[in-house]
């Protein structure tokens, strides 16, 4: 294994188990950013962009943002360490908020846009959190540290929905206006948990950056993990992004499709709290097998038909999909880096997991309002079907005494 099991002063036990319930708790309230602007994004943009195609392009800004902002976090996060990058992140959830709100106020298409490209930005933030977690404590429980800050969205699948469901209508005739002020307050009161945080400063050599990231990216473990943990998000972004507004044009209320993404949601964190112990117990590798499966199953089950059930029943498995496939990509990634290089790697397969989500994203809400519903269930067969066959093969590579483990690395 390529991560040493040196750790820096991480602190008491009880210290640390105070840092990941801190980093668990921001999560739950940074969520909900992601979850208003996945309920709202489509809906606004149909009633304010000039042509009904580009509907779902402030969610698809709003992945760019993540893919924009990742590389420079990780960046901040190596010269001043991670809190100082987590605090500009919250910034920019706070100017999400303000913005969107104006923007709907003045019903502005562009300043939407602009709107949900820093929310892009303080999203890539909060799911550097999980890798900030594995900072935080002794690498054999760095799995389930990684999983107990992802359980924190739980609260985000209750919190962002309800947040639309009672917010949306409180400033007539400006729908949804208010419900971007409280998420700002919101990214507030996160930045106040983050504050108290402790984390492991940058040594030196971290500083220095270890070796180059082409030698990393060129391992086959990193080309797998990056792989499927791009796959499990863009598919789950993919459907996402478009399950909203085809439950809308399918004839279900607003307040069902609130529901199903509160469920959804639910269903992309709720696994977390045994994830980590899953990973533990049979590896990462077969939990991103199983993680993918289900996404295979839910875009199945969105085939079988369009009433309200099935849409629940699609978003809830591609969660639970998404969660296995995606915390078992993030820890195979704990396992192609040195101490001193794991911001940039982590920054990189982010990078590589956001840019991968952004082809997906703007390609959803077209191919939805061109051919509906069904087609983008189908389209999202052929990526599911590359990272299961890269996934074997690095298991087969994995297996064979000829090559080794550490020469797949």
């Not at 910034?91 to 709100?101: I, P």
């Not at 629940?312 to 999909?321: C, E, M, S, Y």
């Not at 519903?373 to 590359?386: E, H, I, T």
Request: proline fraction near 4%; glycine fraction near 10%.
């Amino acid at each position: 294994m390529i991560a040493s099991t040196a750790v820096p002063d991480l602190g008491s036990r009880r210290e640390q188990r105070g840092t990941i319930i801190r980093l668990s708790l921001a999560q739950a309230l940074a969520g909900a950013n992601s979850t208003v602007i996945y309920a709202t994004g489509a809906i606004i943009g149909a009633a304010l962009a000039p042509d009904k195609a580009l509907a779902t392009l402030p969610i698809s800004v709003f992945v760019v943002g993540m893919a924009a902002c990742i590389l420079p976090t990780g960046l901040i996060a190596r010269r001043y360490g991670r809190r100082a990058a987590f605090l500009a992140g919250t910034a920019g959830g706070v100017l999400t908020g303000l913005l969107a709100a104006l923007a709907v106020v003045l019903g502005s298409f562009w300043l939407f846009c602009l709107a949900t490209f820093f929310g892009g930005a303080y999203a890539a933030v909060v799911l550097s959190f999980r890798f900030a977690a594995a900072d935080c404590i002794e690498p054999e429980w760095r799995p389930r540290a990684l999983s107990i800050v992802m359980a924190g969205g739980v609260a985000a699948g209750v919190v962002g929905p309800q947040l639309v469901t009672y917010t949306m209508d409180l400033w007539p005739p400006h729908m949804f206006a208010a419900t971007f002020l409280v998420q700002a307050l919101v990214a507030v009161l996160s930045a106040v948990v983050l504050a108290s945080v402790r984390l492991p400063m940058p040594t030196t050599a971290e500083r220095a950056g270890g070796r180059p990231l082409s030698v990393i990216a060129r391992q086959p473990l990193f080309i797998v993990a990056a792989t499927c943990g791009a796959v499990s998000y863009m598919l789950m972004n993919f459907l996402m992004t478009s399950a909203p507004l085809a439950m809308r044009m399918c004839g279900h209320s607003q307040e069902a499709s609130n529901l199903g993404l509160q469920w959804h949601v639910i269903a992309m964190y709720a696994p977390s709290f045994f994830t980590g112990h899953l990973i533990t117990r049979f590896g990462a590798g077969r939990v991103v097998a199983v993680g993918l499966a289900l996404i295979g199953i839910s875009a199945a089950v969105g085939l079988a038909g369009i009433d309200v059930a099935h849409f629940w029943a699609t978003l809830v498995l591609l969660g639970v999909g998404w969660n296995f496939g995606f915390i078992g990509a993030s820890a195979l990634v704990l396992e192609c880096h040195r101490p001193e290089e794991k911001t940039r790697v982590q920054a990189l397969n982010d990078f590589i997991v956001f840019g991968t989500m952004a082809v997906g994203s703007f390609s959803s809400g077209g191919l939805l309002t061109a051919y509906g519903w069904d087609m983008v269930l189908w389209v999202s067969f052929a990526p599911l079907a590359f990272a299961v066959i890269a996934l074997l093969l690095v298991a087969r590579l994995r297996r064979s005494p000829s090559i080794g483990k550490e020469a797949v690395r």
